[in-house]
């Protein structure tokens, strides 16, 4: 019987990095075959530009997704900051089930906050200005409206700029506010919170409102090795994947 439950984000999947799709999908094949379900807490890929997008390797990894879901692991997936465009008709192709921006799942009676972690990041103000705009229905209706070729050029000029604009952006910003932090948990009467987007894979406890929390921040993967966090029923384990 499946029982372990598995949680990965931030593999920037792109045709410029075959590496990480190779083991993406042999982890698909194998490891997460044998879970009850996967949770992918965004930033699946470098840049999703709309679901009418089946350039490689965005086909085989659609049909590597409906195999495992059609073999019996529940995938849920919550859209990251550079994959915010993945919609109804790549769910429908993939068997996933899209998540809210904060979602609140249950571990064995504990209540767990997952998010892809940008929302966390508030001292960033030029970049939570931009994610308001992005989200809005007539900014993305405007940019699925455009050619697919249009998308594409559009999509690699965007993760240039991104590029040179975290170089010129002090570390700590880019980092999450512990105050924000503090406050979703609150809100959402959670004590344990999941997320990845910051690359940089740790876990921290602390306190809210005087009582225990935890915070584990997913690995990202690159070229030489990739990450999962499994929940086993019992406890979170790291596991490393070559």
């Excluded at 429908?92 to 997952?114: A, C, K, R």
């Excluded at 994610?131 to 594409?152: A, D, F, G, M, T």
């Excluded at 997320?195 to 409102?209: K, L, Q, S």
Aim: proline share 4%.
């Amino acid at each position: 019987m499946k029982t372990d439950i598995l949680f990965i984000s931030d593999l920037h999947l792109s045709l410029e990095k075959p590496d990480i799709t190779r083991r993406f999908l042999s982890f698909l094949q194998h490891r997460a075959g044998r879970a009850r379900a996967l949770y992918i807490l965004g930033d699946l890929f470098d840049a999703w530009i709309g679901d009418d997008d089946n350039t490689p390797p965005n086909k085989t990894i659609k049909t590597a997704l409906k195999a495992l879901s059609d073999a019996g692991t529940r995938v849920f997936l919550l859209q990251g900051n550079r994959d915010f465009l993945l919609g109804s008709r790549f769910a429908e192709q993939t068997g996933v089930t899209l998540l809210e921006e904060y979602s609140v799942i249950d571990l064995n009676g504990h209540p767990t906050l997952l998010t892809h972690g940008d929302l966390l990041c508030t001292d960033d103000l030029p970049y939570q200005a931009f994610r308001i705009k992005s989200h809005s229905v007539e900014w993305q209706r405007n940019v699925l409206s455009k050619p697919l070729w249009l998308r594409l050029l559009a999509a690699r000029w965007y993760r240039l700029r991104s590029y040179f604009h975290k170089r010129n952006k002090p570390l700590e910003i880019m980092d999450v506010n512990l105050q924000t932090v503090a406050e979703v948990l609150q809100k959402h009467r959670c004590r344990t919170l999941i997320h990845g987007h910051t690359h940089r894979p740790a876990t921290h406890d602390f306190t809210v409102d005087g009582l225990p929390a935890l915070r584990i921040v997913l690995a990202d993967w690159n070229k030489d090795s990739g990450e999962c966090l499994c929940w086993n029923g019992r406890a979170f384990q790291r596991e490393r994947l070559a």
